[in-house]
């Protein structure tokens, strides 16, 4: 019934950048919190950043400030991730979520109610 689907994946040289999608269906998209996560080949799972339901606020991890940024348009249920100089150790699969609410800090995987299958970014140098 909700479907995230993550697209925009791929090979990319240190430096470049890329520009990731995640379609929403099955849900009131704007009631939903969007957020992006990564996670490398022997790591945890990650945050990389959050917009709000109307995408008036957003809030990165540190080591993406200053060169991504998300963004979601609301008449096309789709949130996105901007990256800019991409570095070799942000080399990981990508997964979009949706939450409707916060109990915790919204970096919590467990805050989010849906999840997409991830799609691939890697950084090569």
């Known amino acids: 019934q909700v479907q995230l689907v993550e697209s925009g994946g791929g090979l990319v040289q240190a430096g470049g950048s890329l520009r990731l999608s995640c379609a929403a269906s099955?849900?009131?998209?704007?009631?939903?919190?969007m957020g992006w996560f990564r996670q490398a080949p022997g790591k945890e799972r990650e945050f990389v950043a959050v917009?709000?339901?109307?995408?008036?606020?957003?809030y990165y991890a540190h080591s993406v400030k200053g060169r991504f940024t998300i963004s979601r348009d609301n008449t096309k249920n789709t949130v996105y991730l901007q990256m800019n100089s991409l570095k070799v150790e942000d080399t990981a699969v990508y997964y979009c979520?949706?939450?409707?609410?916060?109990?915790?800090?919204?970096?919590?995987?467990?805050?989010?109610?849906?999840w997409g299958r991830g799609t691939q970014v890697t950084v090569s140098s």
């Open positions: 917009v709000s339901w109307s995408g008036g606020g957003t």
């Open positions: 979520a949706a939450g409707s609410r916060w109990r915790a800090s919204p970096i919590l995987g467990s805050q989010y109610d849906y």
């Open positions: 099955g849900l009131t998209f704007s009631n939903y919190a």
